[in-house]
C-alpha cells in the first residue's frame, strides 16, 4: 500500500475556494476507488467524493455542484476542489483509497485500505 498525503487546507471566509491534494507514494492507476472524507469536531467521520478507477465521481448531497474531485494518474495525485465554501465545511479533510475489494466507491470508512494524515480546511462566516 502507498502513503498518501494531503496538502492545501487552509483558512477561508465564506464564498472562498480551496484545492486539496493527495499525493500517493506509488501508482494510482490502478486503485479501485479514492475517496475524501472530514471530521468536524464531536462528529464522525463522513464521505465527502470519492473517484472510481475510470474517473466516475461520486458526491455527497451537501456538497454537489460545490467540490469536484479529480485525479492525475501521471502525477499520482488526487485532488479536491472546492468552491463556493460554507462554514460547515470545515473539518479535517482526509483522502482515503481502495485497493481491494469491490471495483466501485463506497461510502463506508471501513471499506477504505488507507489513509493521508489529514489536512484542516476552516471557513469563517
Known amino acids: 500500500q502507498a502513503r498518501l498525503v494531503e496538502s492545501g487546507g487552509g483558512s477561508v471566509q465564506a464564498g472562498g475556494s480551496l484545492r486539496l491534494s493527495c499525493a500517493s507514494s506509488?501508482?494510482?492507476?490502478?486503485?479501485?476507488?479514492m475517496g475524501w472524507f472530514r471530521q468536524a469536531p464531536g462528529e464522525e467521520r463522513e464521505f465527502v467524493s470519492g473517484?472510481?478507477?475510470?474517473?466516475?465521481?461520486e458526491y455527497t448531497d451537501s456538497v454537489k455542484g460545490r467540490f469536484t474531485v479529480s485525479k492525475d494518474n501521471a502525477k499520482n495525485t488526487l485532488y479536491l476542489q472546492m468552491y463556493n465554501m460554507k462554514p460547515d465545511d470545515t473539518a479535517i479533510y482526509y483522502c482515503?483509497?481502495?485497493?481491494?475489494?469491490?471495483?466501485?466507491?463506497?461510502?463506508?470508512?471501513?471499506?477504505?485500505?488507507?489513509w493521508g494524515q489529514g489536512t484542516q480546511v476552516t471557513v469563517s462566516a
Open positions: 506509488s501508482a494510482i492507476v490502478n486503485i479501485l476507488c
Open positions: 473517484i472510481e478507477r475510470d474517473g466516475s465521481a
Open positions: 482515503a483509497a481502495r485497493w481491494y475489494g469491490r471495483s466501485y466507491c463506497t461510502r463506508s470508512v471501513a471499506d477504505f485500505d488507507g
